[in-house]
C-alpha cells in the first residue's frame, strides 16, 4: 500500500465522485419532473402528399407513443442511475475512509502538511512557507522537520487505512 499515491489521488477520486452524485440527481430530478425536460410531443414531419403508412403496422395515437416513449426514458435514465452508483460505491467508500483517518487522527498542524503536500501537490520548501505563515510560533519549522513529522503522519495514516485497502484490494 503506497499511501503517498493513494493521497495524490485523493482528489482527483472525490472529484469525479462529487461530479458523479451530482450527475446522480440531475437524473433523479428528470424522473421526478418529466415536464422540464420531456417537452410537449411534436410529430415528426412528413412530406407533403398523400398521407399513408405500410399494411399491417399499426401506429398508436400521439398520446400513446408519448406515454410509450416517456417510460422507455424513465427507465434509462434509472439505469443510468444504477450504473453511476455501482461505478462510485468503492471510489465513494475509500474517500470516506481517508476522510475518516485524517480528521480523526490528525491535528490542524498534521492536517495542513498532509493537505498542502499530497493535496495539492506542493514542493517542500512551498509547504515550508504557507506552513509557517498559517502557524505563526516563535520558532521557524524548517522543511526538514515537516518531512520528519510527515513520515510519522504517513505511518499513522498507513495504520489506519491498511485494513480497508487490504480487505478491499482498492487499488492504491
Known sequence: ?????????????KAYVDTTLARIEQYKYAIAHP???YKD???KSS????????????VGSVSEEYMIDKELNKHII??????DQSRIFFKKLEIEQIDKA???CLNEQEKLVIKLKYLEGMYWKDVEFNYNSEFRQRNYVTYETLKKNNRNILKRLTDILEPFYSQYRVSG
Open 35 to 37: 415536464e422540464e425536460w
Open 78 to 83: 434509472e439505469e443510468w442511475i444504477r450504473e
Open 47 to 58: 412530406p407533403l402528399g398523400m398521407p399513408g403508412r405500410p399494411k399491417g403496422s399499426y
Open 1 to 13: 500500500m503506497n499511501i503517498e499515491k493513494i493521497l495524490k489521488e485523493y482528489k482527483t477520486k
Open 41 to 43: 410531443y411534436v410529430p
Open 102 to 104: 485524517i480528521n480523526g
